[in-house]
């Protein structure tokens, strides 16, 4: 389950497969039929939108300041390579999207038309993380349980813990 919340007093509640909202103390369903069916761990409010991923690595948001409406044509991918996605989260004013084997940073480039956001060049890592539920904020630092690929595309033998704090 994710939760976030918004400046203009809205909660956002989350499980892979369920949304709702809670204003004024009321519950509400996300129906929108553009909101993703299935999606992984995480939920982040950046700049009016609020981001979720899903399981292929699609990154949707929503209409600025209204959790309840999602288009068709508002996402971007995390793609640097073909891994499945595996938690959302924000550290400092960027979104990171974490996947079994890549750790991918997105802005707010304040795109007019699709998402808002664009890939931050350069910032991809070839650390990607072992469990969504290892994903933590700590302060200003984001830390996980991470994984990578060795040589041959196997694992490395083990598994480590990472500390970001800014990124870059």
């Known amino acids: 389950t994710s939760i976030t919340g918004s400046q203009s007093g809205v909660t956002f509640i989350k499980t892979s497969l369920a949304a709702y909202t809670i204003s004024s103390g009321t519950v509400t369903s996300v129906s929108d039929a553009q909101y993703p069916a299935t999606t992984v761990r995480g939920a982040v409010y950046l700049n009016g939108h609020l981001y979720v991923m899903e399981p292929d690595g699609t990154i949707w948001n929503s209409a600025e300041d209204d959790f309840t409406s999602w288009a068709g044509t508002d996402f971007i991918n995390a ?54 539920n290892s994903v933590a904020q700590v302060e200003s630092a984001l830390v996980w349980v991470a994984q990578q690929k060795g040589q041959g595309s196997t694992f490395h033998k083990g598994r480590f813990v990472v500390v970001m704090k800014g990124y870059g």
Do not use: R
């Open 79 to 132: 793609e640097f390579e073909a891994d499945e996605g595996v938690c959302l989260a924000k550290q400092g004013e960027f979104l990171i999207a974490l996947g079994v084997f890549t750790t991918e940073a997105f802005y707010d480039a304040g795109n007019a038309t699709g998402s808002p956001l664009a890939p931050t060049q350069n910032a991809v890592m070839l650390i990607g993380c072992a469990h969504e």
